[in-house]
């Protein structure tokens, strides 16, 4: 029995009648835990074994928290699978009290830079990219083209620029534009070019008969002489239209390759955190130490977002107290309460989350999945909430209200102006943006080792012991640091992994 | 006075109480028509002018058919603007007869034919495109990656395959998979692959823990042993990825390369109809002619579809008459009443459409948009009504009920099963496909010109009385068969302008 008795499961909290199995082949039938439990069937990694017997009706605790009802009678040492879990119901939202007792974020941190790129309006990038917008997706052949034209004839002219992209989207024409939800993806388009990484100098490439109208996404920084309309009728041939464009890049090519990096407090960092592809572990290693991390973003006086609202609900009433101020537990409450109708307009429901993968790596519902993804935002106060595709407004830990979809959730995140995106991840994509480096942290040893070039960092030593969560949290912050200043370059850029710009648009099409 | 007298206008039927300006600068202040009225204003090229006083509450006339009432006053020989008309009621669709009059269509037309591509399934293609489907768009990076990689490295040990495409979009994870409307983009995905151009030879490139299970997308044709999932845990680092998926698709390649043109008769294309960005005189020229050469397929009998729910809402009372079965006239009101439905949900209504450019171009609204736009149904009895993403059935005229946008109309055609595909446009649009080619037809000469290598046939030499409707529908039959055969390379293959896939999702996003 001397080998079998090695093996131990991790129980996240003292309250929990259920534990995880941290092993990468999971468990056999028979085994003995340290504790002393046998196991009565073969338990996967990520999943929960019973610590006690569990009545019908009997809450399951993992995180302290009950994650459901037990639908049979589960016994000691049995596998405590998604079919005999009960899904609670959510937090009632008109009963949760919006007082927050005001707490002290613990001494500022100080000292930490990394060299980044200022604009004129304060932000600060961490490249420097040609942004080219595009009002609808009738003109993305042309803006793809362009881009591509500009990579290989005028960026060897203009060293200091890193990149042209083409931010195109779906959007644009065919849609009803003024339907009320249509604001949410109009200003994600604009807000998109105000990303500090673009420095300012973005050119939109319009058609000219389309609903979105190109003036509406100019801003402050850019204006109308900033737009080019394909249907201008000074072209005559599309080789005419590209001169143009091409014209006009250039402009923005010039002042872009004046920009210099220069040291900057971390303060300056506008981090999104995400989580994705998720498993037991994401809400055991990656998430906390993302957390932990975020944390050290915040008391530095940078910038935190999390968001997912679906990943959230189950969990808002723990997240309520963390606000500083009545109107931003109001404001956070209201977002769910959106959401909530909004789904049921669909005839779906927060249960319509997790995915399969989350399910195959042990978590059972959203209730659990919830628990995990909120760890991401660590201890912080919350100090605002916005909504999605709207611009960050305040340094701190700011809740940006947006699909827990990745690519969506990355679409708004970029939008709300981050300038450095952690992601997290324990079944595994491929996921990165051209915009913005993305930081892919594994939240097992399993993943992060089969993935070897996808995953930036790996959060599994946690499950083993091996690594402390603050460990994790500062290797985490440093790297943050390090790929701020364009010394590490993420896998996801160096593979030239990317992923579309994907808008949220709960208006209609028509 | 005799140079003045030289100018006509467009009165399309003798009903009609307005006449289109045709001349590419408009007309000035106190030009005289050739009738002898008098023009009160400028009036652009492709606007009304009243041809007979027009009193406030009377009907404004086109197309023999009220497209609004006057607002206030409209005298002889001004210009009747959008401002000037109230927008009618859609016509109501409990009261539409459901008797079709059993209407015989004219003689056969044979002896037409293509070199097309013959499929197992019977099917015809008018490439040979290796298609890469994927189920999510996390993968995106790695489809294109892939698909990169097989033009250069492997198309040319294949050289009778014309193209590898990644066939991204924006879909399957973070949504209400069981969500009713859910199906929409999910058969959509599926019945891409099935499209005829990729000959039966798709593979897809799944990421394991998505929503959406690949599974889902395989059909027939091919099986789950087609099927690449990135989270395969043989696969050790990107590369390895990467390796297996050319490896699969190599597999597919082989196949497709033994893929040769032969002789097919007419009726075998499958022709997507479709107009975007459309004027005045898209309904007078360009759609027409679409028409007459739609009917020309369906005497040859080939397939038809027409598509574009709210560009058809307003003229659905003159639709349902053409229809050979009270139940396909029964399917063509309850798309209506579904559409009805969605956009109210959002709140919004069929007035969000026209475009601005619509109404530049003289549209003044969705009545006068309709009218122009089923025009290019021809006058064919419509045998079908198919939902949005579904794949056609009949031979004959369907209604495909997709939305009007142009890239999601377009989207959802090659779902159904198109091999060619018409586009009308008046304002200009640079619209490409690169799984099917795209005819782009102008409605007006000084569009075409303008863009004489964006489109590829003029349709603005029937306003002028230089063609007529039948003499440019023979011409874009004939440039279809020519196409089809790969004998014509359309504008927007030549120049390497293609717009996204783009779903229609009117589920939740989570």
Redesign the interface.
């Known amino acids: 029995m001397s080998e079998i008795e090695k093996h131990t499961i991790i129980q996240i909290n003292k309250a929990d009648n259920v534990g995880i199995v941290a092993e990468s082949n999971g468990l056999r039938e028979g085994t003995m835990l340290k504790n002393g439990i046998v196991l009565k069937q073969d338990i996967p990694m990520g999943h929960k074994v019973a610590l006690a017997d569990i009545m019908p009706d009997d809450p399951v605790i993992k995180y302290g928290v009950i994650i459901g009802y037990a639908k049979i009678s589960i016994t000691k040492g049995e596998w405590v699978e998604t079919s005999k879990i009960m899904l609670p119901s959510p937090p009632d939202l008109d009963s949760i009290s919006l007082h927050s007792a005001k707490k002290h974020d613990s001494d500022p941190l100080e000292g930490y830079t990394f060299e980044g790129y200022r604009n004129r309006d304060g932000s600060v990038g961490t490249r420097n990219v040609l942004g080219i917008s595009t009002s609808v ?6 803006a793809e ?1 362009v881009a591509r034209k500009i990579k290989h004839e005028l960026l060897p002219k203009y060293p200091n620029v890193d990149d042209a992209v083409a931010l ?1 989207h ?1 959007y644009g ?9 249509a604001i949410v993806p109009i200003r994600t388009i604009k807000n998109i070019a105000q990303n500090p990484n673009f420095g300012g100098e973005v050119l939109v490439i319009g ?5 979105l ?1 190109p003036e509406r996404l100019v801003s402050d920084s850019n204006g109308e002489s900033d737009i080019f309309y ?2 201008d ?1 000074r ?5 005419e239209m590209v001169d143009g464009a091409m014209e006009l890049a250039e402009a923005h090519l010039k002042k872009l390759n004046e920009r210099k990096r220069e040291t900057c407090p971390a303060s300056e960092l506008v981090v999104g955190m995400q989580c ?2 998720s498993d037991a572990f994401s809400g055991i290693t990656a998430n906390p130490a993302a957390g932990y991390a975020a944390d050290l973003i915040v008391k530095a006086g940078g910038s935190v977002m999390f968001s997912e609202v ?1 990943e959230v609900r189950d969990a808002v009433h723990l997240l309520v107290p963390r606000t500083n101020d009545p109107e931003v537990g109001k404001a956070l409450i209201d977002s769910m309460k959106w959401y909530d109708e ?2 049921q ?4 429901d ?1 249960s ?2 997790p ?4 399910v ?2 042990g978590l059972s519902n959203v209730v659990e999945k919830a628990m995990g993804s909120i760890a991401k935002s660590g201890t912080s106060t919350i100090v605002d909430v916005i909504g999605p595709g709207e611009r960050i407004r305040k340094k701190g830990l700011t809740f940006a209200a947006t ?7 990355g679409t708004l995140q970029l939008a709300a102006g981050m300038n450095m995106h952690v992601f997290i991840t324990g ?6 943006l051209s915009m913005v480096p993305v930081i892919k942290v594994g939240s097992n040893s399993k993943l992060s080792n ?5 995953i930036d960092l790996d959060a599994g030593p946690i499950a083993t012991g091996k690594k402390s969560i603050e460990e994790v949290g500062w290797e985490l912050f440093h790297m943050m640091l390090d790929v701020a200043s364009g010394k590490t370059q993420v896998a ?1 850029d160096r ?6 710009l ?1 808008l ?1 648009n ?5």
């Open positions: 997706q009738c003109v993305s052949g042309l083209h195109n779906t024409c065919g849609v009803a534009i003024n339907a009320p939800a058609l000219g008969c389309e609903k109208r394909m249907q009728e072209f005559q041939g599309f080789q994705g592809g679906t909004y789904l307009q669909g005839q779906a927060r319509a989350n995915t399969p993968g989350n195959g790596g699909p827990a979809s990745d690519f969506i959730c079944r595994g994509t491929p996921y990165g089969r993935w070897y070039d996808l996801s593979l030239g992994l990317h992923n579309d994907v949220f709960p208006g209609p099409i028509t």
